[in-house]
């Protein structure tokens, strides 16, 4: 045997234990990917002894879910809500948008001349992106937008996202 069929052989060979490896793989039953369901989800019980199905419990999960929404839970909800209360011109709502330090400045001038300038923005043109981060111990968001500017950095405090600089101005 000369080397050329040697290596021939041994590509071969090679080859049929690549191919048998690669049928065993495929033979093998897939793992089961069913949720795990806990019995205590598919049936809790209400006042009355009545059982309640996972979907009811799921429905009742989103509508409390829905009553403790806040509209600063979120860089994202913050800011389509400041647009909301910019564009109806809501002075008050607006300023508890903000940190503290800024709250001042919010002012029926600086909304109205805000209100004339969004009217040429999309949602989409101001919030683009967002950069997470930390600053002296509270989480940040700085926000980008379209055209890669920083609009506005969010500060998480007491659970919501207020901004840190007036983006409208």
């Known amino acids: 045997m ?17 191919t048998a490896c690669n049928k065993e793989k495929t033979s093998d039953p897939s793992a089961k990917t069913d949720p795990v369901v806990k019995a205590d989800d598919v049936a809790k ?3 009355d002894g009545e059982p309640v199905t996972l979907l ?5 999960s989103e509508s409390q879910a829905g009553e403790n929404k806040s509209p600063l839970n979120s860089p994202k909800d913050s800011l389509s ?6 564009s109806t011109g809501d002075v008050e709502k607006l300023k508890a948008c903000f940190t503290e330090r800024l709250r001042s400045s919010i002012t029926t001038e600086s909304v109205a001349k805000g209100k004339q300038e969004l009217s040429s923005y ?14 002296k111990g509270s989480q940040t968001c ?3 937008m379209k055209n890669g ?4 950095t969010f500060v998480l405090q007491d659970g919501q996202w207020l901004a840190d600089t007036v983006w409208f101005q």
Do not use: H, W
């Not at 000369?2 to 690549?18: D, E, P, S």
């Not at 500017?149 to 506005?152: H, Q, S, V």
């Open 2 to 18: 000369n080397i050329q069929n040697f290596a021939i052989y041994v590509c071969l060979a090679f080859a049929v234990t690549l």
């Open 81 to 86: 809500y400041q647009m909301k209360l910019l």
């Open 142 to 144: 700085n926000v980008k």
């Open 122 to 135: 999309t949602f989409d043109d101001l919030f683009a992106s967002e950069e997470r981060g930390e600053y």
């Open 149 to 152: 500017r920083t609009l506005t």
């Open 45 to 47: 019980s209400v006042p």
């Open 56 to 60: 009811e419990t799921e429905k009742s």
